[in-house]
Nanobody
Framework: QVQLVESGGGLVQAGGSLRLSCTASVSIFNFDAMGWYRQAPGKQRDLVARITRVGNTNYADSVKGRFTISRDNAKNTVYLQMDSLKPEDTAVYYC????????????WGQGTQVTVSS
């Protein structure tokens, strides 16, 4: 089984920063994409950021210029640096990894709460 361990969430004031980490129990070279979704109360779960096997990145329009996704292959870890946080960023953030094979799949982390006060 692939295990994903998330950390880095917390409570910050608007304008503050957090860095989320997601560490996999296997080499991240196994995965075609890694990133985070988030879900706020009463809202759907939406993609926040994604990085592909070849290093391409995608961001939700709402976080472009404020969030940066990166990875450390040696540590099997992907990071989400979140700067200039806004109250609307408040959500549970779920790390995921995905692969495209004959039997594609997705594995999710346990989620970490990010709360931004105004």
């Amino acid at each position: 089984q692939v295990q994903l361990v998330e950390s880095g969430g917390g409570l910050v004031q608007a304008g503050g920063s957090l860095r989320l980490s997601c560490t996999a129990s296997v080499s991240i070279f196994n995965f075609d994409a890694m990133g985070w979704y988030r879900q706020a109360p009463g809202k759907q779960r939406d993609l926040v950021a994604r990085i592909t096997r070849v290093g391409n990145t995608n961001y939700a329009d709402s976080v472009k210029g404020r969030f940066t996704i990166s990875r450390d292959n040696a540590k099997n870890t992907v990071y989400l640096q979140m700067d200039s946080l806004k109250p609307e960023d408040t959500a549970v953030y779920y790390c995921y990894v995905a692969w495209r094979t004959a039997v594609p799949g997705t594995i999710w982390g346990q989620g970490t709460q990010v709360t931004v006060s105004s």
